[in-house]
């Protein structure tokens, strides 16, 4: 039995590369999407800048 297995992995050792590697790009691909998920809950970040003085023309430093 392990002889069979050894000689089909041999015989289409280039597909399943290309399957391997389809597979692991949509796992990564959800994960990433998952962690989107995640991050974008945190919600958004604002700059704020002092307000200008009475003699600023509101000029960034």
Known sequence: ML???KS???AHKDRLYVIAV???VALIS???GR???FYGERGEFK???PEA???EQG???
């Open 8 to 10: 089909f992995l041999g």
């Open 22 to 24: 389809l597979i692991l």
């Open 59 to 61: 000029t960034m430093p």
């Open 47 to 49: 700059v704020v800048y």
């Open 53 to 55: 003085g009475a003699g």
């Open 30 to 32: 959800f994960g990433l």
């Open 35 to 37: 962690l989107s998920v």
């Open 3 to 5: 002889a069979q297995i």
